[in-house]
Nanobody
């Protein structure tokens, strides 16, 4: 009964920026943390960035540290991923998720449908 919907994906040139949004809706929403994951063909779904809902503390994968910023708007039940200095290797389907204490995919119980991000040269 909790739905997560991503938006903001698209095609962008290398070095450019893109901002993803994920909005939660439904009768109830309870999450310790929110996160962004991505998956490319032939690869496992990997953690990109996460945020603790109450404290706002953040975590980032080494591959995106310094380039991506995760934030949340509690009143809107929305989490954002600001992506800058995009590289071709950032191309993937990006998913937002709501979960518990860890940053592994298994720690997240609710998932969005994904949004495609394609970075071109």
């Amino acid at each position: 009964q909790v739905q997560l919907v991503e938006s903001g994906g698209g095609l962008v040139q290398a070095g450019g920026s893109l901002r993803l949004s994920c909005t939660a809706s439904g009768r109830t929403f309870s999450a310790y943390s929110m996160g962004w994951f991505r998956q490319s063909p032939g690869k496992e779904r990997e953690f990109v960035a996460g945020i603790r809902w109450a404290s706002g503390s953040r975590a980032y994968a080494e591959a995106v540290k310094g380039r991506f910023t995760i934030s949340r708007d509690s009143a809107k039940n929305t989490v954002y991923l600001q992506m800058s200095s995009l590289k071709i290797e950032d191309t993937a389907v990006y998913y937002c998720a709501a979960g518990s204490a860890g940053w592994a995919p298994a720690d997240f119980r609710s998932w969005g449908q994904g949004t495609q991000v394609t970075v071109s040269s």
